[in-house]
């Protein structure tokens, strides 16, 4: 996982969910910022200047290199963000 945004409102407690789920934002290569100081100093660098108003834009963040999804599926979709990178970057 990388840096991580609120990026709707959390879910109900307990039960099925009562209203959308809170999204995190993701790295497109899937690279996580969590261990690496330069990626989290840059992911907070981008997100500060796609922020007006306490809102985040996200068209800013996606042509950053960053894409929000849900957060239960945070891990999953980083895996497939970093098979995806590695067979680009492998040439295939």
Same mark, same amino acid.
């Given at each position: 996982? *990388?840096?991580?945004?609120?990026g709707c409102a959390s879910t109900g407690g307990g039960g099925a969910? *009562?209203?959308p789920e809170r999204g995190i934002w993701l790295r497109t290569d899937g690279q996580s910022g969590r261990d690496?100081?330069?990626?989290?100093?840059?992911?907070? *660098?981008?997100?500060?200047?796609c922020t007006d108003r306490g809102q985040v834009n996200q068209?800013?963040?996606t042509h950053r290199g960053y894409i929000l999804v849900p957060q239960s599926q945070v891990?999953?979709?980083?895996?497939?963000?970093r098979a995806?990178?590695?067979?680009?970057?492998?040439?295939?």
């Open positions: 996982m *990388t840096g991580i945004i609120a969910p *009562t209203g690496n100081p330069v990626l989290a100093q840059q992911f907070e *660098t981008d997100k500060a200047s068209l800013c963040m891990e999953a979709r980083a895996a497939e963000l995806a990178a590695a067979a680009r970057a492998g040439g295939a």
